[in-house]
């Protein structure tokens, strides 16, 4: 028994480590791809984005890690049956769950491992990936000019030239410079520069861009006595120069400043169990001060302004009014009455509305806190069924490699995502109690994998080809012989 178990433990391990490493590759050159344009072009350093790939690689464990096991456990069982070598532990007596046993404690222990690794290591890691990623988004665009190209990446300055040195880069030929710092002044209008040729210098300190334009023309209009209207009599000033500096700052490209991870801690990707079961706590309780601060408002609200200003407020005793409302009060009162009447309901029901929106806005905060709870739960368990799916497959259809074992736990693979994806979103938006539609993929594909195996237990032939052969050629010769026989 020890010689079979560690032979299904070393035929488990080598495809699990190689198949949970391709799968984070492929998931991290997705990511690569999808923000490529926002990293490639803003100066930062290789040890930057490599942070990145480490953080996204913590967040990537939850979508590898029950792929890879659903793999390796149809490649495992799959190549063991291929040849022959489950045969032969069966006809030694040994069941096929008595065989699965050592995997199946290796797969608990994984389980385990990803609970505690999403309760305790992915929080951590989620806070860092997005206070990087939200850094690195922001981050202003190099200074790069390009020829033939406006460049805006600095603030109140628009940059075209027509061509750059070819032996000296720092060399400009052809330049435009839209001059935008004025603007805000009301005197104040955009000024354009025109040089032949400059050249880009940088401060020792790389705080400043000083840009040396040689032979060139400065234009600027001029509107006078603080008018801002058009005016065809304006003056333009037209003034040339041999030399001139345009000094340019240049510190928000210098650096590369990160915020504070603690802006991010209260999200609830950010937070084990017992963060978010006390987040839930906290906004549930925001929630119900909420309701009863808005009842209370808009009674208040209400009995301040039910009665004109001036007039003595006094017990009357109530009567029943048969006639027109309006048809009561005093013609010359009407017009005011009514309008009263109209905008104290519009600021009522523009108060009763904005709690409304904030009171949603809570409400959604505490299902993404329970979602997320359900997450760390889920994870565990998807780990357990696709190997239950896996492990009886691989069994059945007999064949290992990467061919049909790869095409097969795709194919499930994408069942149980699509199940999953669907009906989280269904949660999120309310439609769904948050607890079924975080377990429905585990309720749904559960049954199919107690059927698997118990179809892998009694040897069943659900996925062998010459099985289904077989079948269709006894069908035709039965239907050819009632041919034959009615015929004679």
């Not at 937070?271 to 209370?296: E, M, P, Q």
């Not at 109690?433 to 032939?461: C, E, N, Q, R």
Request: charge should be positive.
């Amino acid at each position: 028994m020890k010689k079979i178990h560690l032979l299904l433990i070393k035929s488990f391990i080598r495809p699990f480590t190689v198949t949970f490493f391709i799968v984070m590759f492929i998931l991290l050159m997705f990511f690569l791809f999808k923000y490529v344009d926002e990293f490639i072009g803003k100066g930062f350093e290789w040890y930057t984005i490599l942070e990145i790939m480490m953080y996204q690689s913590a967040v990537n464990v939850a979508m590898a890690l029950p792929l890879a096991i659903l793999l390796s456990s149809i490649m495992t069982f799959g190549t063991l049956g291929e040849n022959y070598e489950l045969v032969a532990i069966k006809s030694a007596g040994i069941s096929l769950q008595k065989a699965m046993r050592p995997l199946f404690v290796l797969v608990i222990s994984l389980s385990v491992a990803s609970f505690f690794f999403s309760d305790y290591m992915l929080p951590k890691a989620n806070s860092k990936y997005y206070s990087l990623l939200y850094d690195m988004r922001n981050k202003k665009l190099s200074f790069l000019i390009k020829p033939g190209v406006f460049n805006t990446s600095i603030t109140n300055y628009a940059i075209k030239v027509d061509r750059k040195g070819l032996v000296n880069p720092d060399s400009l030929f052809g330049i435009m410079i839209y001059d935008h710092t004025k603007v805000n002044d009301p005197r104040g209008v955009p000024t354009i520069l025109l040089a032949k040729k400059g050249r880009m210098i940088k401060t020792e300190d790389g705080s400043t861009m000083i840009l040396k334009l040689i032979d060139g023309i400065r234009y600027e209009e001029s509107r006078g006595n603080g008018s801002t209207a058009y005016n065809p009599r304006q003056a333009y000033t037209r003034m040339r120069f041999q030399e001139t500096e345009v000094k340019l700052d240049f510190s928000s490209f210098t650096s590369f400043n990160r915020t504070d991870e603690e802006k991010f801690q209260d999200n609830a990707p950010m937070l084990n169990l017992r963060g978010l079961t006390k987040r839930a706590d906290s906004l549930s309780k925001t929630i119900d001060s909420l309701n009863k601060a808005t009842k209370v408002n808009a009674g208040s609200y209400y009995k301040q302004n039910h009665y004109v200003k001036g007039y003595t407020k006094t017990k009357a005793a109530i009567k029943r009014i048969r006639e027109n409302i309006i048809d009561v009060i005093p013609p010359k009162d009407r017009y005011s009455t009514i309008q009263n009447a109209i905008d104290l309901t519009s600021s009522l029901q523009q108060v009763v509305n904005n709690r409304i929106m904030e009171y949603d806005l809570k409400q959604k905060e505490v299902l993404k806190s329970k979602i997320e709870y359900q997450r760390k739960f889920t994870l565990a368990v998807s780990c357990l069924l696709l190997f239950f799916i896996g492990a009886p497959l691989g069994a059945i259809i007999r064949k290992g490699g990467l061919g049909l074992p790869v095409v097969i736990a795709v194919v499930f693979f994408l069942i149980y995502h699509i199940i999953s994806t669907v009906a989280e979103k269904s949660a999120k938006e309310g439609s769904l109690d948050h607890v079924f539609g975080m377990w429905m993929a585990v309720i749904v594909l559960t049954p199919l994998g107690i059927f698997l195996t118990y179809k892998a237990t009694v040897d069943s032939a659900i996925f062998d080809i010459d099985y289904y052969k077989q079948i269709l050629v006894n069908l035709f010769k039965k239907v050819f012989r009632q041919k034959t026989q009615g015929t004679a």
